[in-house]
């Protein structure tokens, strides 16, 4: 993530720089045959004029970003190196734009230069704008209108899109995770996993399968029987089948892994470990139901299981049978065991070293030691019948057999007790089609609020990934307007006026719904990594919109202190001077940011499912707020001077103490 927060940042990098260059070109092209003396002035005006705007906008990138380091937990992890390097790159990048990248001017940028006149990309892309800006201007109130039009149809996208915590990252490999019904044998669980394991295997795409079943030697690890472990080691991409993909290799393992009495469960080994370690489910998606008694719950969970699997998004839902253990009970007869002269831990002794097996000895192997147990084989106590027939020796030395002084029955009960936050607890693991949670889940509540009722002193959480979503989200609601509240203030900050401020914010809204067009074709949730990606955006389109007022203020001010007598129609010549004549490093620095990040969307590599994300809302902002900022920031700007005119405050942007207020009407 560090390197993803160069790639976010390295676009910005530069950004100031061309700025101040272009304008010292500029200034210095214009200027003709000068001297020594007079090439520096120019140079060190140049930079002077546009240095602290674009300091204060490459502040605003920077300040704008800083709310990522309140993300907590997992996701406060993952994006706090990325926050770190592209918060410390532009700041330092800043610094060096208005200190180093001055003093380089003096030295590098002399001899003849051309003017932009004679540049035959800027006359091209001139000869386009200048129409549209003066359109936009003689209609104002209809530019106005479609912008805002394009807004309301743009902005309802995000009800459309899903939501879910984090884009799943592809690890190369896979976790197949069934789990079978309590009860089951360990020879039919061998033979199950040896045969899910050919399965798998057939699959070009795997490199390798290791599978086990049941619980290891270890006091962390409380697998039942009943869960089986299958890694999926899969091949480079470059090598499967033309058209597959990890979706599709999924679908078709588990159309062909359907055992009767299994519940099929797909994950990505990292993955898993993270969710079982942080909310015990081994899904992304999962519930929790608590109540007074293992039968109550194992009864809702059944009933849930049944309703959820109504639902097109589930490919497989699997309730805890947590009262439907099996266990086998050997009840002593005491008056039997009397008559033989044995007591209740006598019989007892047998079953446990008979059929439990006891260790009489130890195997030393240099420093290895390995434990000696006996206990009779399989064919002795593999039915209850075999058990009745162990021996069990008397006092006397005689052997009886285990059936004459005990009853052997089977029982049901829970297979394994859960605890959480004083309550019985039991797991319903749901497995879906989609990486849309938020929708799910939202759907599935209002499915069980219509057609379930939990007992008294029942309940049920969602779990999971999704509770994870939910705690980001709030954070989140925190975060946003923190980023407006500081973009705001550092606006007013370099323009006194609150009517600016407020303008240069406004692309920010057009670069959301550019942001949640591209996000919509190329099929991304809502996430923490799309979140993060809009919080960069915002800091970036404001820049380009500093870039556009710094530039009607050069030309209205040049205007104003020439003496001449301004009018509404010199205001707005100077607006279309302003924008058009200077839309070469305006267009430059939006390309320079479009060129570092539009690479990001055809990255196939390791990183990319998170990186993707986080790109495609800034390139798809950036390229609606640019529009907005050369058509609408104009026509913002007249209005404003115009208005400040009709009252008699128009003055030059560096004497302005009190700030201008928005324009409400226009000729």
């Known amino acids: 993530m560090s390197l993803g927060g160069f790639a976010l940042a390295i676009g910005v990098l530069i950004d100031a720089s061309i700025v101040i260059v272009e304008n010292g070109y500029r200034h210095l092209s214009e200027a003709g045959q000068v001297n020594e003396k007079q090439r520096r002035r120019i140079l060190i005006d140049a930079a002077k004029q546009v240095g602290p705007a674009l300091f204060f906008s490459l502040l605003v990138i920077v300040v704008s970003f800083l709310p990522v380091f309140l993300l907590e937990a997992q996701e406060g992890r993952m994006f706090r190196p990325l926050a770190w390097t592209k918060t410390l790159s532009v700041a330092f990048s800043s610094l060096l734009a208005v200190t180093v990248v001055p003093a380089l001017m003096l030295f590098f940028i002399r001899g003849r230069l051309r003017p932009e006149a004679q540049n035959p990309v800027s006359r091209i892309t001139q000869a386009i704008y200048l129409p549209i800006i003066r359109f936009a201007l003689r209609y104002r109130w209809l530019t106005i209108a479609v912008n805002l039009i394009f807004l309301a149809v743009t902005i309802p996208l995000a009800l459309r899109l899903g939501s879910q915590f984090m884009p799943p990252l592809y690890e190369g490999s896979s976790l197949y995770m069934p789990t079978s019904l309590p009860g089951i044998g360990i020879t039919q669980a061998t033979q199950l996993l040896q045969e899910q394991d050919r399965i798998i295997r057939s699959f070009p795409?795997?490199?390798?399968?290791?599978?086990?079943?049941?619980?290891?030697?270890?006091?962390?690890?409380?697998?039942?029987l009943d869960m089986y472990d299958t890694t999926v080691m899969l091949k480079p991409r470059e090598r499967w089948r033309p058209g597959m993909t990890y979706d599709k290799l999924i679908a078709e393992m588990d159309s062909k892994l359907q055992f009767p009495g299994l519940s099929n469960t797909w994950t990505m080994p990292v993955e898993n470990r993270l969710d079982m370690q942080l909310t015990g489910i081994k899904t992304p998606i999962g519930m929790k139901i608590q109540g007074r008694s293992v039968e109550g719950i194992q009864a809702a969970g059944s009933r849930i299981e049944q309703l959820l699997s109504r639902l097109p998004e589930i490919r497989a839902v699997f309730a805890e049978r947590v009262?439907?253990?099996?266990?086998?009970?050997?009840?002593?007869?005491?008056?039997?065991?009397?008559?033989?002269?044995?007591?209740?831990?006598?019989?007892?002794?047998?079953?446990?070293?008979?059929?439990?097996?006891?260790?009489?000895?130890?195997?030393?192997?240099?420093?290895?030691?390995?434990?000696?147990?006996?206990?009779?084989?399989?064919?002795?106590?593999?039915?209850?019948?075999?058990?009745?027939?162990?021996?069990?020796?008397?006092?006397?030395?005689?052997?009886?057999?285990?059936?004459?002084?005990?009853?052997?029955?089977?029982?049901?009960?829970?297979?394994?007790?859960?605890?959480?936050?004083?309550?019985?607890?039991?797991?319903?693991?749901?497995?879906?089609?989609?990486?849309?949670?938020?929708?799910?889940?939202?759907?599935?509540?209002?499915?069980?609020?219509?057609?379930?009722?939990?007992?008294?002193?029942?309940?049920?959480?969602?779990?999971?990934?999704?509770?994870?979503?939910?705690?980001?989200?709030?954070?989140?609601?925190?975060?946003?307007?923190?980023?407006?509240?500081?973009?705001?203030?550092?606006?007013?900050?370099?323009?006194?006026?609150?009517?600016?401020?407020?303008?240069?914010?406004?692309?920010?809204?057009?670069?959301?719904?550019?942001?949640?067009?591209?996000?919509?074709?190329?099929?991304?949730?809502?996430?923490?990594?799309?979140?993060?990606?809009?919080?960069?955006?915002?800091?970036?389109?404001?820049?380009?919109?500093?870039?556009?007022?710094?530039?009607?203020?050069?030309?209205?001010?040049?205007?104003?202190?020439?003496?001449?007598?301004?009018?509404?129609?010199?205001?707005?010549?100077?607006?279309?001077?302003?924008?058009?004549?200077?839309?070469?490093?305006?267009?430059?620095?939006?390309?320079?940011?479009?060129?570092?990040?539009?690479?990001?969307?055809?990255?196939?590599?390791?990183?990319?499912?998170?990186?993707?994300?986080?790109?495609?809302?800034?390139?798809?902002?950036?390229?609606?707020?640019?529009?907005?900022?050369?058509?609408?920031?104009?026509?913002?700007?007249?209005?404003?001077?115009?208005?400040?005119?009709?009252?008699?405050?128009?003055?030059p942007s560096d004497e302005l103490n009190e700030p201008d207020t928005v324009a409400v009407s226009s000729q």
């Open 205 to 224: 795409e795997v490199d390798s399968v290791f599978g086990v079943v049941g619980r290891s030697d270890s006091s962390t690890d409380n697998a039942p």
């Open 323 to 651: 009262s439907q253990g099996f266990y086998l009970n050997i009840d002593v007869n005491r008056l039997e065991a009397a008559r033989y002269g044995m007591t209740v831990e006598d019989v007892q002794r047998a079953v446990e070293s008979g059929i439990g097996g006891e260790n009489i000895a130890e195997n030393v192997e240099g420093r290895e030691r390995y434990p000696i147990n006996v206990r009779y084989q399989r064919d002795f106590r593999d039915t209850p019948e075999d058990l009745g027939r162990v021996l069990v020796a008397t006092p006397s030395g005689a052997q009886v057999p285990l059936n004459s002084v005990a009853r052997i029955s089977f029982s049901r009960g829970p297979a394994m007790i859960r605890d959480e936050g004083g309550q019985l607890t039991g797991y319903v693991f749901i497995d879906l089609k989609t990486n849309d949670y938020g929708s799910f889940v939202n759907k599935a509540k209002q499915l069980l609020a219509r057609e379930m009722k939990l007992p008294t002193g029942f309940s049920f959480q969602w779990s999971g990934e999704y509770e994870f979503q939910l705690r980001a989200k709030e954070r989140l609601k925190l975060i946003l307007p923190v980023v407006f509240l500081a973009i705001f203030m550092l606006l007013y900050l370099v323009f006194r006026s609150v009517a600016e401020a407020l303008v240069l914010i406004f692309p920010t809204f057009y670069a959301t719904s550019g942001g949640l067009l591209l996000q919509w074709l190329l099929g991304y949730n809502f996430s923490v990594a799309v979140w993060v990606g809009y919080i960069a955006l915002f800091g970036i389109a404001v820049e380009t919109g500093v870039v556009m007022v710094v530039y009607l203020h050069e030309a209205l001010d040049r205007r104003i202190r020439s003496g001449i007598q301004l009018t509404e129609v010199e205001i707005e010549q100077a607006a279309i001077e302003g924008a058009v004549q200077r839309l070469r490093p305006k267009l430059m620095t939006v390309t320079a940011v479009l060129a570092s990040l539009v690479p990001i969307l055809w990255e196939t590599g390791i990183g990319s499912d998170v990186m993707k994300p986080i790109a495609a809302p800034v390139v798809g902002g950036m390229i609606t707020s640019t529009i907005h900022v050369l058509i609408l920031v104009p026509v913002f700007f007249v209005m404003m001077k115009e208005r400040s005119l009709r009252k008699g405050g128009l003055r």
